[in-house]
């Protein structure tokens, strides 16, 4: 009788945690949704290099709160200065970056927010957003990979990356 309560009990506790667990594929997918609805809005002025230069002059005072104030102008080369992505509100607070360019080449990525509502969440983007700035440096874009035990703060990053990639037209 006592084996047969022991074993219901830790059945009902390893489902309960089964359940408990979040899914951490979920990052990837969003990544592999995000870029192209971004790419053909943002590849028919990249392509030519007339169009970037006139709509980056043409655009810089209508475009001027979407730059941050040390962003400057596109070259045939690519975009040079610093784009700010939208704030993206996640679960556990928002996160917002800062992308600096020279010649069309990500340079530095900066977190302008991340999630800080509590201790945990503050201790999840300080160990994730080091990782995942690393990761955009190497790929360039905004095609990463998630952080494993930060999909939230994954997704944010990943969605105000492509933001701020689409403000400097890449």
Aim: hydrophobic share 30%.
């Amino acid at each position: 009788m006592r084996k047969a309560v022991l074993t219901t009990a830790s059945t009902v506790a390893g489902v309960v945690l089964l359940l408990s667990l979040k899914p951490h594929h979920t990052p990837t997918v969003a990544v592999a949704a995000q870029p192209p609805p971004p790419s053909p809005s943002s590849s028919s002025p990249s392509p030519s290099s007339p169009s970037p230069s006139s709509s980056s002059s043409s655009s810089s005072g209508s475009a001027a709160p979407s730059k941050s104030p040390s962003a400057s102008h596109t070259t045939s080369a690519g975009p040079t200065g610093t784009y700010t992505g939208s704030t993206i509100n996640t679960r556990y607070g928002p996160v917002q970056l800062a992308v600096t360019f020279s010649k069309g080449k990500i340079t530095a990525v900066k977190a302008v927010q991340t999630p800080s509502g509590d201790g945990r969440s503050q201790q999840i983007a300080s160990y994730a957003v080091p990782q995942l700035t690393s990761e955009t440096l190497s790929a360039q874009s905004a095609q990463i990979d998630a952080v494993s035990g930060a999909t939230y703060t994954s997704e944010g990053y990943v969605q105000s990356l492509q933001s701020a990639l689409d403000k400097a037209g890449v």
